[in-house]
Every structure is written in C-alpha cells, then in structure tokens.
C-alpha cells in the first residue's frame, strides 16, 4: 500500500460516527461484545526502548492492516507532526487550528469511523508521497484511503499527546476490506490508552 494522503477532510458531509470520548477509561477497556481484546504485544512494548515503526508494526498486526496503513501524529507547540510513516516527518505538518481530521480528534478527544472516506472532501498535500513497500511489490500507482479510524492520544492528566490513525487503502472501496466497526474503534482507543504511556509518544 503506497502513496497517499492521510486525511486533511474540510467541509466534510460524511456522516462521522464519534461513540465515545476517548478519555473515558471505561469505553477504552470495553469492547462492544463485551470481551477485551489482546493489547499484550502492544503493552509489552512500554517497558522497552522502542521506534515509531516497532510500534505501527504491532498495531498494524492487530488491526489486520499494512504497516502504511497505520499512522501515528505526535502534538507539538500547536502542530501535529507524523512520526510513522517515516517518509511522512518531513512533508509538512498539520495546524491544531486547521480542519482536517487528526486535528478535529486531537481538539474534540473524540475517537470518529470514516467507511467511506473516499468521498471525504481532502486537501492532497500528502498523497505524492510513496510510502515504503510493506511487502517487497512493486505498486506503480499510490492506493487512496477508503477507511479511516482516528483516535487521540491522551495523557493522566487529560493532555493530547497526538494522534493515532488506522486505515484501509484501495483502488476501490469494495477490494479496501470490511468497514471499521465499533469494536475495532473501541480497541484504538485502548491501545491509545496504552501508547500514552510509551516513550514513542513523550519524545521531544
């Protein structure tokens, strides 16, 4: 999956599906069916000295999705700035102020589903970008966003450290895979409950 545009939605009409704040410790530990998902691999990274990229590998493992497929915006004096995927630190950054979709997350502490994000009206500042081969294919043509899941990452104290994003690529909604339901939003929260404790997220 390569190329693409990580969100920047303005002057959206999708209906935005937002269940639950993401700072309430009840709706991050529960899933829908009421079972709690396996974080294990997830929360056995805290006590280790670990990348952005080790970290999107888990989560991407856990959602059944590329490592593209995942990105992770740390907040930094007004601005969030990717720290996965790696060829994405430099492309620029998103103004907390701005309307696009990690900053609506990180401003409201509102997890939001996107299944049908393509026709999300979104600025395309980042879908020149290649983004590294997950699998060694060699895809001449970027795979536009067709799913978004985003969630806030938020500290003890109820600050936004950032913003995690999970996504499903394709040229077509029908080959991206199944919709982002309530149960997988339900475990981007938990494991942004979790990464806020990681280093990946305190770095200056």
């Not at 990348?51 to 999705?65: E, M």
């Not at 007004?78 to 990690?102: D, Q, V, Y």
Request: glycine fraction near 6%; include cysteine.
């Amino acid at each position: 999956m390569e190329g693409i545009g990580w969100e920047q939605a303005v002057g959206s009409t999708e209906t935005r599906y937002e269940p639950t704040m993401s700072n309430s410790p009840f709706a991050r530990s529960e899933k829908i069916s009421g079972l709690t998902p396996d974080m294990s691999p997830l929360e056995a990274l805290l006590d280790q000295e670990v990348s952005p990229r080790q970290v999107c590998g888990v989560l991407a493992k856990i959602f059944h999705v590329q490592q593209t497929e995942v990105a992770i915006l740390r907040l930094d004096r007004g601005l969030l700035r990717f720290i996965h995927p790696e060829e994405l630190k430099t492309a620029g950054s998103i103004p907390i102020s701005s309307s696009s979709i990690a900053a609506h997350t990180a401003i409201s502490k509102k997890s939001e589903i996107f299944n049908n994000f393509a026709r999300v009206k979104h600025a395309s500042i980042f879908e020149t970008i290649k983004l590294g081969d997950p699998e060694g294919l060699d895809d001449s043509q970027p795979l536009p966003i067709q799913k978004l899941m985003s969630a806030p990452v938020i500290d003890q104290d109820a600050g936004v450290l950032g913003v995690i994003q999970i996504s499903r690529k394709g040229s077509d909604p029908a080959y991206a895979g199944a919709d982002f339901s309530r149960e997988d939003l339900h475990e981007l929260e938990l494991a942004a409950s979790i990464l806020a404790g990681s280093t990946v997220m305190k770095e200056s």
